[in-house]
């Protein structure tokens, strides 16, 4: 990865894993917010896809990338599993952000709509992720990725499964 991409994308916390057990003690909204504060690390997919946590309230998140040419497919633009990388962050920190402490959640299916190519030309993107419902064992969520100029490059839908920690942290 270009060192220009990387210095864009600030890390804050450096790169590494959320400590499962502060899920146990802490809500998921405040885990976010500590996280975008550089008290807990950005996942390493972060890096690997020169995207970050941006901005985090309840019910909603805004994650900026930026396109590069390590993200690009056999015909020059930007690969669709670098948009769906993104938008899945979005739409799932924005479940997070409900989630009460000894609560987890994953990705149970998506489904992106990409309405505009991107290239490293492109530059940054922000991709705005919003609750739609939150239930006791499913949330459900949109989001919408734009380039600085606010014009819509693509959208999407999610489903999360929400279940107790303890399960998780079984692996069952």
């Known amino acids: 990865m270009s060192s220009d991409t990387v ?23 405040d885990i976010l917010q500590a996280m975008l504060r550089g008290e807990y690390p950005a996942p390493p997919i972060a890096r690997t896809l020169s995207f970050n946590l941006h901005e985090v309230e309840l019910n909603r ?7 590069a040419q390590e993200h690009l497919n056999p015909l020059g633009g930007i690969h669709g599993g670098w948009v769906a990388t993104l938008m ?7 479940v997070m ?7 987890a959640y994953t990705t149970v299916e998506f489904k992106v709509n990409l309405v505009r190519p991107l290239s490293p030309e492109t530059g940054p993107v922000f991709c705005e992720g919003k609750l739609v419902h939150r239930g006791r ?5 949109e989001a919408f990725l734009r380039d600085a100029n606010g014009k819509l490059l693509a ?4 489903t ?7 399960s998780f942290m079984r692996g069952g």
Do not use: N, Q
Not at 97 to 103: I, P, R, S, V
Not at 160 to 166: N, S
């Open 137 to 141: 064992t499913l949330a459900t969520s």
């Open 155 to 158: 959208h999407g839908t999610e």
């Open 160 to 166: 999360c499964a929400i279940f107790p920690l303890e």
């Open 7 to 29: 210095s864009a994308i600030e890390f804050p916390g450096g790169i590494g894993m959320l400590p499962l057990a502060d899920l146990a003690k802490r809500s998921g909204l």
């Open 88 to 94: 899945d962050s979005a739409l799932a920190c924005c």
């Open 97 to 103: 952000t409900t989630l009460k402490a000894g609560e």
């Open 61 to 67: 998140v805004v994650f900026k990338g930026i396109p």
